[in-house]
DNA sequence: ATGCAATATTAGACATGATCCAAATGCGCG
DNA sequence: CGCGCATTTGGATCATGTCTAATATTGCAT
C-alpha cells in the first residue's frame, strides 16, 4: 500500500516544483497526496502525527503556506471556520455537503458556465470557483 | 437622502419577516439596507457606532444571526478571514476582486450552467455558489 | 400607571484557527 | 570538523466569533 514508490513519487513532485526535501515535508506530502482528500490544517496535523512522527503545528502551516506558493496546493473557501487544502490542482469544482462538510471534485468538464457576465473595464478574471451545496434528501 | 421614509421601510421589512423591532436591529438594517453593500460584522459594528449611538459588539453578532434566520440576509463565505453578509437575498452570485477583496453582484440570470453535474443517490442541491474571481490587469 | 415576565442588550471572558517570534536543530559543503 | 543558512519548533500572540451572567428594555395584564 505504502511502498517506496509512493514515496519516491511524492518527493519527486516536490522536487519538480522546486520544494527542498525535508523528512517533514516528505509526511504533509504522503498524507496529502496518497488519498487526496480535501483536509484543514488541523486533519493533516492529526493524520501526521497519527502515522509517524512529531511534526508541530508550525511547520504544517508553513509547509501548507509553501506548497500554495509552489502550486502544489489550493484552497477551498466554503466553510467559515477553517480553510481545506485541496491537492488536486487542476481545475476543478466542488460539491460540498452542508450537513458533514465533505468535499467532492466535479470535473471542470461537467459543468459548462453559458454567458459569462461582462467584467468591469481593466478587469480579468483571475478563477472561478463553483460550489454545489448539498444535503441528504430530508426524512421525516 | 436618509429620511424617514426609509427607516419605515427597513421598519416593515424587518416587521414583515417577523423581527421585533428595537433601536439597535434598526440601526443595522439601515447600515445593510440602505446601501446594500456586503459587509463584515466588524465594518458593520463600525458603520453602525459612526453614525450613530454605541452597539455592542455581541448584539451585533445576535442580530446578524436573527437576521439570516429570518432570511433578512445571507452569508457569504469567499475570504478565509471573515463572513461578509449579504443583504440582497435573491438568488444570485459574485465577482470578488482578490486584490481588495470587494464582493459584486451578478444576477442569476446572467450565467446559465449547463450539464450540472449528477449527485450521490439521496442527495439533493441546497443551493449553488459562484465566484468569479477576478483582479485588475497589470503588468508590473 | 404599575408590576411582571419575557426578551434584548451588554461587557468581558472564552474558544478556535491561524500567525509570529526567537531559539534550537539540522544540513550541505569547504 | 565547523560554518552558514534553511528549517523546525514551542509558545506567545492575534483575529473572528461565541458564550455567560448580569442588566436593561419591552409587552402586556391588571
Ligand atoms: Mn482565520
Ligand atoms: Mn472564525
Ligand atoms: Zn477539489
Ligand atoms: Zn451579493
Same mark, same amino acid.
Given at each position: 500500500?505504502? *511502498? $517506496?514508490?509512493?514515496?519516491?513519487? =511524492?518527493?519527486? %513532485? &516536490? ?5 527542498? @526535501?525535508?523528512?517533514? %515535508? @516528505?509526511?504533509?506530502?504522503? +498524507? !496529502? =497526496?496518497?488519498?487526496?482528500?480535501? &483536509?484543514?490544517?488541523?486533519?493533516? @496535523?492529526?493524520? +501526521? ?14 509547509? !501548507?503556506?509553501? =506548497?500554495?506558493?509552489?502550486? @502544489?496546493?489550493?484552497? +477551498?473557501? +466554503?466553510?467559515?471556520?477553517?480553510? =481545506?487544502?485541496? $491537492? ?12 458533514? *462538510?465533505?468535499?467532492?471534485?466535479? $470535473?471542470?468538464?461537467?459543468?459548462? !458556465?453559458?454567458? !459569462? ?9 483571475? *478563477?472561478?470557483?463553483?460550489?454545489? %451545496?448539498? %444535503? $441528504? &434528501?430530508?426524512?421525516?
Amino acid at each position: 500500500m505504502d *511502498g $517506496p514508490s509512493d514515496h519516491d513519487d =511524492f518527493a519527486d %513532485r &516536490l522536487q519538480r516544483h522546486g520544494v527542498t @526535501l525535508t523528512h517533514q %515535508r @516528505l509526511e504533509i506530502a504522503a +498524507v !496529502l =497526496f496518497r488519498t487526496m482528500e480535501h &483536509l484543514s490544517a488541523d486533519q493533516i @496535523l492529526a493524520r +501526521v502525527n497519527a502515522r509517524n512522527a512529531q511534526v508541530s503545528k508550525a511547520t504544517v502551516y508553513n509547509t !501548507l503556506k509553501l =506548497f500554495l506558493e509552489k502550486g @502544489l496546493l489550493r484552497e +477551498v473557501i +466554503v466553510d467559515p471556520d477553517r480553510v =481545506f487544502y485541496d $491537492p488536486n490542482v487542476a481545475p476543478h469544482h466542488h460539491l460540498y455537503d452542508v450537513t458533514t *462538510g465533505h468535499l467532492t471534485d466535479i $470535473p471542470a468538464e461537467a459543468i459548462t !458556465l453559458a454567458r !459569462l457576465p461582462q467584467l468591469p473595464d481593466g478587469m480579468v478574471v483571475e *478563477g472561478v470557483d463553483i460550489v454545489i %451545496r448539498t %444535503r $441528504p &434528501l430530508n426524512p421525516p
